[in-house]
Every structure is written in C-alpha cells, then in structure tokens.
C-alpha cells in the first residue's frame, strides 16, 4: 500500500481529484506547495509516496537496473489505488492524474493501461518506458485519454530530443498527447507551466 495525504478542496462536496506523483528521491512533501499554487478550489488533492527508499526520499523503480518489474509493480499499486479512491467516492472520470520525471513515466504508463477514462493525465519533464512496448499493450481506454506532456529544452537529466521523438511516437499510434516545450532545466517553469496545465485541467472538467 503507497502513503498518501490528502488535501481537501475548498468546494467541500466537490468529488474532483488530483492524484501526484513525485520524481526520483522526492517525496510527497516536495509538492505540498502545489494546490495552492494551482488555485482550482473544486479540486481535491491526493499526495503520493513511491514505494522504494531512495537517499532519503523514495523511488518509483531503479533506473540503474532492470526498471521493467519495479514500473510493473509501482503501476499495480497505482492500479489499487484508484481503484481505492473510487470507492471512496472519487470516480475516474473526474480524476487527473500527474507525475513529475519518474512520476511522468509512471503517469503515462497509468494512463496507457488502467481500463477506466481520466478527466486527465498530466507528465512533467519525464520520458516513456519502451515505446514500442508501451503502444503494443494499450487498454480499449488509452486512445480515449487526454494526456498533456511538458518538457524543457535544457533538460539536464533527460533529453529533450530522445522525450520529444517518443511523444512523437505515442502520437503516431493514435494517443491524444498535447506536448509543450518550455525553456526550462528539470523544474516546473513557474506560472507559465502551471497555467498550462491549470488550463489543461479545466478542459477535462469543463465548467464547474
């Protein structure tokens, strides 16, 4: 089971969710700043631990070996834990899902997989875990999501190019990708970036 914590919309009956993946050695504490910083008051927030101690924070697989398993196992958790929230209350439909760099990929491979629609899924400076793989195991949903993909042309950690060519990629077997480039590192660009996704976000919802 993943460690979470929960942070309630403003609107108190809203039934919106915000499901948020942090990147390598982060934890769920590095994006407590978010919510607010968004300023969608409908929306409930749900801040997620990876499963794996990593230097002081957690990971979501080991970049350093065989990622395959640990992706594989760290989906299945996800899988549950939306499974969870929408026995809470929390239906897929009005659920976004958002990760940043190792949280993005986990973010996309939930998005590509999960039998259910998302009103959005949004990966931030991250990559795609074999494409090729990736599009040859697609649920009947993933052509139906909405995904929206950011990256920085001065990426240090990941390439901008290599990220680019797999969107592009993602795009020819049929998924509904909306890319944005920003001059950035590996960093969430301000309120250019947020507004980007703020925007994103309320076309997945339409009016409140």
């Not at 390439?159 to 077997?173: H, M, S």
């Not at 507004?195 to 009016?207: K, L, T």
């Amino acid at each position: 089971m993943l460690e979470t914590e929960f942070v309630a919309a403003k609107e108190k009956k809203s039934r919106r969710l915000m499901v948020i993946l942090h990147g390598l050695g982060d934890s769920l504490a590095g994006f407590r700043w978010l919510p607010e910083a968004l300023g969608l008051p409908e929306m409930n927030y749900l801040l997620v631990n990876a499963p794996d101690p990593y230097y002081g924070g957690f990971a979501w697989y080991d970049f350093m070996g065989n990622a395959g398993p640990d992706i594989e196992r760290s989906r299945n958790l996800l899988f549950e834990l939306l499974d969870a929230q929408r026995a809470k209350g929390f239906p897929t439909s009005e659920t976004v899902l958002a990760g940043f760099s190792q949280g993005c990929l986990m973010t996309i491979e939930v998005g590509c997989r999960y039998p259910r629609l998302f009103a959005g899924l949004v990966g931030i400076s991250g990559y795609v875990f074999e494409p090729d793989l990736l599009v040859q195991g697609l649920s009947p949903t993933a052509k139906k999501q909405r995904f929206l993909v950011t990256h920085g042309f001065q990426d240090p950690i990941i390439p901008f190019t290599l990220v680019r060519e797999q969107i592009n990629q993602l795009k020819a077997a049929g998924l509904n990708v909306s890319w944005h480039e920003f001059v950035k590192a590996h960093n969430i660009a301000g309120e250019p970036e947020l507004e980007v996704i703020r925007e994103f976000i309320n076309a997945g919802f339409g009016p409140a």
